[in-house]
């Protein structure tokens, strides 16, 4: 190849990688000498470094101590503005979180190459370097994602550094970067080693694992936990209600209406009302005669979106006579994150020092990874020193059917999630509830109610009595933890997985047999709607942006998960508590739909005729006006 042709590769290179090069902090020096590399497959680190096994043999080696150790190796001087001093790395393992025990299984070779590299014994059994690699590796993990395509395309994938790059150690002031790099030719993806620092022969090799995390030294020392130790146990573990400016940081802005004019909405019983749905299941199932569907939003008395709507004022000053299904600010429910904290303000008391509990009673404890990541370390060491359980599952803020989500008890699984985005860690249920499936045994279920909120002002609130369950599709138990089957419940978006259909009046027969002391009607419901009462008072209790707006031409529907745990009082007697898990907007209600075929009739009648059948939809607030 001339070197005209190489200067027309090395153009066409950049179009492609520029945007990659520069979000990565790559300067453009190393460009030319990157480019080459990747085309003719150059992997000189050899070359420059040399990778060391530390010798412990007459010292006790601490388990975050590193097993290896890489250094510069080049006779010539090693300076960090040197064009060539950029170098491709391999990575030993790239995989997906819900394959990895898989791919240490079936791959030959994997499993004792990763005990190689993390410094286990490899005449070990093989369920022991299994458990050891699954727990270890949270130490050597690193993370991309693509920012294209849909949302599963765009979820993390983990991998593991070669030899040489998994030999980088830490420092507080390092001399070398490492950055991910997909070579989009190839379809591989690598890490690209350069220095920040001039070097001599002989100098370790490190880098900064907690990279950008320099503001708060507190949450910095927290990241660093799985590399180096530190006590947090004295630490406050108590969480404090943030400021307005936490609860709209990141969102859309909202309009307001200026005037709210309730009498604009007043129609004849006669009318029928014209509705403008993105939802194909209600053009489907929408058939009592006092709705029509209309094509055209300007002709709908309502519209029911799919997506978020936030021109609540436009919408008033536009349109005062139409509904729309959102409310103003009603993401303080449905955004995980935003939800835990408005739920706190119904705590009567702080958490319990002989065991830790945290209230209200009915929401796991759960903290921000982000802005509470020093108070959640201190209340997990906590619970370590009281020997309390401590199995938690790390959620995404505004990800739902399970996606990117993590269960977990090790502490340094948890500090490094929050690198693939922002993410909860909230208490799991580990004495959760049964339900005994004839062909598998006990398992976990989880149960949603839809509710519907009418008004804020005053406070309208209504659940449809039909509930919904879905089960987990292997018996429970607190092993293999990354066994998607035995630990959640959404199964209807994976094609491999058995998805258990039950109605609730065919559950409510099976629990009466399975649990006759504790009647679904007389001792579970009503935990479940004083649950709910309690999390709409709360949502409505402050105003916006800390709360759910009052807005006359708003309605909503929504999905709310929850799941039932057993709970042992300081008398030592038993009793099942409803739980709250999420709150979801915009849901699917497919099976709502297939199950019951007046669903969409009794919603919509309820909602905006003020037609409510009290055979199908329940009160929650009756007598509020």
Not at 146 to 175: A, F, K, Q
Request: aromatic share 14%.
């Amino acid at each position: 190849m001339d070197e005209m042709d190489e200067t027309e590769l090395f153009k066409n290179f950049l179009q492609v990688h520029q945007p990659q090069l520069e979000t990565s902090g790559v300067p453009r020096y190393f460009w030319e000498s990157l480019f080459k590399k990747l085309h003719h497959q150059i992997f000189d680190a050899d070359q420059s470094f040399q990778l060391l096994r530390i010798d412990y043999s007459n010292t006790t080696k601490d388990p975050l101590d590193p097993v290896w150790k890489l250094f510069v190796s080049s006779d010539k001087d090693f300076y960090a503005g040197d064009p060539n001093n950029i170098y491709l790395v391999d990575h030993a393992w790239i995989y997906d979180l819900g394959s990895a025990r898989k791919n240490l299984v079936n791959i030959s070779g994997l499993l004792d190459r990763m005990c190689a590299l993390m410094g286990f014994d490899l005449n070990e059994r093989k369920d022991e370097k299994l458990k050891f690699v699954l727990k270890e590796m949270w130490r050597y993990n690193q993370s991309f994602s693509m920012s294209c395509g849909s949302v599963e395309n765009r979820l993390p994938i983990w991998y593991v550094m070669d030899e040489v790059g998994s030999g980088i150690n830490h420092s507080d002031t390092p001399n070398f970067r490492t950055v991910p790099f997909l070579y989009l030719p190839e379809g591989i993806t690598y890490s690209l080693l350069f220095p920040i620092e001039d070097m001599e022969k002989g100098e370790e090799v490190t880098r900064d694992f907690v990279e950008g995390q320099t503001h708060d030294s507190r949450k910095r020392h927290a990241l660093l936990l799985p590399w180096r130790e530190v006590c947090f146990s004295t630490e406050n573990y108590l969480q404090v209600e943030p400021d307005d400016s936490y609860f709209l940081s990141g969102r859309i802005t909202e309009s307001l209406p200026e005037v709210l004019n309730p009498k604009a909405l007043v129609r004849d019983k006669s009318t029928t009302l014209k509705v403008y749905t993105e939802y194909a299941l209600i053009f489907d199932y929408l058939c009592d005669s006092a709705f029509e569907i209309v094509e055209d939003e300007a002709e709908a008395d309502i519209l029911w979106y799919t997506k978020h709507f936030k021109e609540f004022k436009e919408l008033a000053n536009r349109s005062p006579h139409v509904f729309v299904n959102q409310f103003p600010f009603e993401h303080v429910v449905t955004v995980k994150d935003l939800l835990s904290i408005i739920c706190r303000r119904k705590a009567d008391q702080q958490p319990d020092p002989e065991d830790l509990r945290t209230y209200p009673v009915w929401l796991p404890t759960t903290y921000n990874l982000s802005t509470e990541l020093v108070e959640f370390v201190a209340y997990f060491e906590n619970r370590r020193e009281l020997n309390l359980d401590n199995h938690w599952i790390c959620k995404p803020w505004n990800l739902a059917r399970g996606l990117d989500t993590h269960v977990t008890d090790n502490l340094f699984h948890i500090l490094r999630v929050p690198s693939t985005g922002p993410k909860i860690a909230q208490k799991y249920i580990t004495n959760a509830v049964l339900f005994e499936r004839t062909e598998i045994g006990k398992v976990k279920f989880d149960v949603r109610y839809v509710v519907l909120l009418k008004s804020v002002k005053p406070l309208k609130v209504f659940a449809y009595k039909n509930f919904f369950l879905r089960f987990a599709n292997k018996r429970f138990s607190l092993n293999n933890l990354d066994e998607y089957e035995r630990h959640f419940t959404v199964m209807n978006y994976s094609e491999q997985a058995r998805l258990c259909h039950l109605k609730c009046a065919d559950f409510l027969l099976e629990w009466e047999q399975q649990y006759p002391d504790f009647s679904w009607t007389d001792k579970i419901e009503p935990k479940i709607f004083q649950m709910l009462r309690e999390v709409f008072e709360a949502a409505t209790s402050v105003k916006p942006p800390k709360g759910i707006a009052e807005n006359p031409q708003s309605r909503a529907l929504y999905a709310v998960d929850l799941i039932l745990e057993w709970q042992q009082d300081k008398e030592g007697s038993w009793d099942m508590q409803p739980m709250l898990l999420e709150i979801n907007f915009s849901p699917d209600c497919k099976r709502a739909c297939e199950y019951y075929a007046n669903f969409y009739d009794d919603i919509f009648k309820c909602l905006f005729l003020d037609d409510t059948d009290p055979t199908e939809i329940l009160d929650l607030f009756p007598g509020s006006t």
